[in-house]
């Protein structure tokens, strides 16, 4: 929790020094902007010790366009190779933001409602409670109440093939679920995977070109 509050007071730094750059008069931006960037980096460096982040990539955009961009610290600790802009982080859960926005976006164009079962869009995906099929539905996957048990990601494949995301829900084919869909909350990343393969199916696009469209 810690750690959560700090990286939101450095949000609201960034956003406060941007706003700041933005409204200062033309004569004397350079000599202020300096200022809040140093004042940035410093904040930076202390939290990257405080919670001994190895590597950290920032950037700040303004109307559009990239006013800073530095990396600090290390991308490989062992190697000492630096964070560049061209350094590759995992995008990991933050997916998961994109991907409910996605689900809201096709239902807003009618292509889906968050109350569908799960099996309108993949009709082989059964998954039982107790010995008994149970209907999962988009909400419940969406809100983590579909039962789907925690310890799912250790299944997960690592691919490169076109229909990655089908083979990954095709691990929970058998599946005994943990609890009774929509009883409780049970944080399962796959429960996400199946999301993408539903915006796949709807879309009739790869998940992918989707999310960047």
Known sequence: MNALKSWIKMGLLLLAAVMTISSIAPGIVWAESNEKIRKIEQY????QSISKIPGISLVIVEKGETVYQKGFG???VETKTPVTSETLFELGSTTK???GLAILLLEKQGLLHRTDDVQKYIPWLEL???GEPQKITINQLLHHTSGIPSNTITRIPESKADNALELTVKTLQG???NRKPGSSFEYATINYD???LIIER???LPYD???KQ
């Open 202 to 204: 709807v879309s009739n």
């Open 128 to 130: 039982t409670y107790h």
């Open 194 to 196: 199946v999301l993408g």
């Open 74 to 76: 290390y991308a490989n």
């Open 175 to 177: 599946q005994t679920l």
């Open 97 to 99: 933001a994109f991907t």
């Open 209 to 211: 070109q989707y999310m």
């Open 44 to 47: 930076v460096k202390n939290q």
